[in-house]
């Protein structure tokens, strides 16, 4: 089973994975991708890509202003049309969806915040986590626990609710 989820913090890529320098940046911002399974690929592209990415190796672009969803160093490409949902990292239009396990938003958050001052959400989702609940590595188009996105998000909002 995939690690994904561990509580601490999201996978970061590895040093094996970057040892591949040059061929793992993204062809439209430069910037280095993380590496995604096939199975996560199988789960987020249009039926018509379901060929394509059999062949092992794509990247997930995590630059928020690039339209690349995932590259693969040989060249294929894949951008917002060619996935089947929202990339949260990539939208700042509501919905902005931050956890695809059960479907937590961008809005979720700031709602929370307003009224509360804070946010239950990343306790919400740890515990579903430690439960077993959790499918991110298929739902999530990044691969990964949607844990960093969310305590990303909340800093965020946090920082903007201190300011106004
Ligand atoms: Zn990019």
Redesign the pocket.
């Known amino acids: 089973m995939s690690d994904c989820c561990s509580i601490k913090s999201p996978a970061e890529t590895t040093l094996a994975e970057t040892a591949k320098a040059g061929t793992n940046t993204?062809p439209?911002?430069?910037?280095p991708?993380k590496s995604v399974e096939t199975k996560t690929l199988k789960h987020t592209v249009q039926p018509q890509h379901l060929e394509p990415v059999n062949i092992p190796g794509f990247l997930f672009?995590r630059?928020a202003d690039?339209d690349?969803i995932y590259?693969h160093p040989d060249g294929d490409c894949f951008r917002k049309p060619d996935v089947r949902v929202r990339v949260g990292l990539k939208e700042t239009q509501d919905p902005v969806p931050l956890c695809y396990c059960f479907g937590f938003t961008d809005a979720m958050v700031r709602e929370e915040i307003q009224a509360t001052g804070k946010c239950t959400l990343p306790q919400r989702i740890t515990a579903e986590v430690k439960t077993g609940n959790c499918a991110c590595e298929i739902r999530n188009p990044q691969g990964a626990c949607c844990l960093g996105n969310v305590t990303a998000a909340m800093r965020v909002m946090e920082r903007s609710s201190v300011n106004r």
């Open positions: 993204c439209e911002c430069g910037q991708g672009c630059s690039c690349v590259f």
